[in-house]
């Protein structure tokens, strides 16, 4: 298994930028699949970008697109979500999730999980 804990979270103002970050440990950080979710109360958990194992390949929601940048860093067992531009809208709790097999855009996709980190945009 692979513990996470997720960091940066705070209050920005509209416009303002953080980085995100993912500390992983227990296993091998480099064998999962990891993506970055948001969910605000009431509302369903949402996919916000991904990254396979070695970085290859990225994929990011359309709401986030140009603005967030998801990134890992293997050799220190860390994951990261840059955001930028930020909105009113991002506010939610971020959460950072891996996944063994081939991850993907669903919440179902994903096996491990942090406890997030709230992320306030005021407008």
């Known amino acids: 298994q692979v513990q996470l804990v997720e960091s940066g979270g705070g209050l920005v103002h509209t416009g303002g930028s953080l980085r995100l970050s993912c500390a992983a440990s227990g296993r091998p950080f480099n064998i999962y699949y990891m993506a970055w979710f948001r969910q605000t109360p009431g509302k369903e958990r949402e996919f916000v970008a991904a990254i396979s194992r070695r970085g290859g390949i990225i994929d990011y929601a359309d709401s986030v697109k140009g603005r967030f940048t998801i990134s890992r860093d293997n050799a220190k067992n860390m994951g990261y979500l840059r955001m930028n531009g930020l909105k009113p809208d991002d506010t939610s709790v971020y959460y950072c999730?891996?996944?063994?097999?081939?991850?993907?855009?669903?919440?179902?996709?994903?096996?491990?999980w942090g406890q997030g980190t709230q992320v306030t945009v005021s407008s």
């Open positions: 999730a891996a996944d063994p097999g081939m991850g993907g855009q669903l919440r179902e996709d994903y096996d491990y």
